[in-house]
């Protein structure tokens, strides 16, 4: 247990990002009260720009990389954790101030964590990961605002990406008729096998357009921003609501003022990363219940942490299709 710990590490050598396997001691990690032996981790967007230092995401070196982990508690200084207790963390500045889940224990504070939900194993859990818990609080944020099945159809944008994968899987099982927007057709059988009711090409979306257009989306899950986001809101149903949680086309809004104060949209912001404790109990417990752990496989792959500098090239591109778990002792 007090061996050497493998972990991905970003640092900064000559003013340039470079990222790789290091070997660490339990004495090297933070000096926070709970030690958690990391079964998983996962690959986000936000860990390819940190690999890659495509954008500033890390903010002190040596660190350590992974926005989220999964594994059981080893010891603990925090009266709430027990030896034995299975654990999930996600954001909460891991990868950016805090060393994060790219290593094989790590060392992390009691009210970031939470606890496994039974229905889940931890490589379950982090299929889910930072991706999957965003799209659903995109979900829980458009029931706030009154979306409902029955309605008109919801868009999901990115969709063959790990959030737009998530969120077509739980919005179809909750009901919804569910269209993908994708710049990649060959995902489309993909993405109905996930439940989508139609498939469209990104291309639809992606120039600029009136800024009211025919009511077609009673909500709107978005991971992409740009014009893609700007149409969606021009394009959404009278008291409608658009929930906007990422950037990966665009971290522009080129869009108008208009569906707002003519047909009341909504444009709800979501952030994972410091959302509150009970936000995220309840978006995992609303997990556990509408999420198809069979479509939950479907859209997984598990690549071992040697892999990472590949795979975060791939995601910043596009090129990864729904969610991968990183096998943090592989
Ligand atoms: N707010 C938060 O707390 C939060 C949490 C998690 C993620 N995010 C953000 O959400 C976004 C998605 O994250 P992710 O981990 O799901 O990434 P991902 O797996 O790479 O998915 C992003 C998807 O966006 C689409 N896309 C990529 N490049 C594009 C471009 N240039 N123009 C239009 N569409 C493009 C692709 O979908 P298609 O191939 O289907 O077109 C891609 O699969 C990222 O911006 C991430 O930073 C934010």
Redesign the pocket.
């Known amino acids: 247990m007090g061996g050497a710990i493998r972990a991905f590490v970003i640092d900064r050598v000559d003013g340039r990002t470079s990222s790789g396997m290091r070997e660490l001691s339990q004495a090297e990690l933070p000096d926070e009260p709970v030690l958690v032996q990391v079964a998983y981790s996962t690959l986000?967007?936000?860990d390819?720009?940190a690999l890659t230092g495509a954008a500033p995401i890390a903010l002190r070196m040596p660190m350590v990389g992974g926005i989220d982990l999964a594994g059981t508690v080893i010891e603990s200084r925090a009266p709430e954790w027990r030896p034995g207790d299975k654990v999930i963390v996600n954001?909460w500045g891991l990868s950016q101030q805090h060393w994060g889940g790219y290593a094989q224990q790590q060392r992390v504070r009691p009210e970031w964590l939470v606890r496994l939900p039974g229905a889940f194993s931890l490589k379950q859990a982090m299929a889910i990961g930072?991706?999957g818990y965003?799209a659903m609080?995109c979900v829980l944020a458009l029931e706030g605002m009154g979306v409902r099945p029955g309605g008109e159809e919801v868009l999901v944008?990115?969709?063959?990406?790990?959030?737009?994968s998530v969120a077509v899987a739980i919005l179809a099982r909750l009901g919804h008729t569910v269209v993908?927007?994708?710049?990649?057709p060959d995902?489309s059988d993909y993405l109905r096998g996930l439940g989508a009711s139609e498939v469209i090409e990104?291309s639809a979306l992606?120039a600029h357009g009136p800024p009211v257009q025919e009511e077609r989306w009673a909500g709107v899950v978005d991971?992409?921003?740009?014009h893609?986001l700007a149409n969606a809101l021009a394009q959404t149903v009278y008291g409608g609501a658009v929930a906007a949680?990422?950037?990966?086309?665009?971290r522009d809004l080129p869009g108008s003022v208009l569906p707002f104060v003519l047909r009341g949209v909504s444009l709800l912001g979501?952030?994972?990363?410091m959302a509150p404790r009970a936000a995220r109990e309840e978006a995992w417990r609303r997990l556990s219940v509408d999420l198809d752990p069979a479509r939950l496989d479907e859209m997984t792959v598990v690549e071992p942490m040697s892999k990472l500098p590949e795979l975060a090239q791939k995601?910043?591109a596009?090129e990864?299709?729904g969610?991968t778990v990183i096998d943090v002792n592989e």
């Open positions: 986000n967007f936000k390819g720009l954001g930072t991706a965003t609080l944008t990115g969709a063959a990406g790990g959030v737009g993908a927007a994708t710049g990649r995902t990104r992606a991971a992409v921003g740009g893609i949680c990422g950037l990966a086309g665009s979501i952030d994972s990363v995601i910043l596009g990864i299709r969610r």
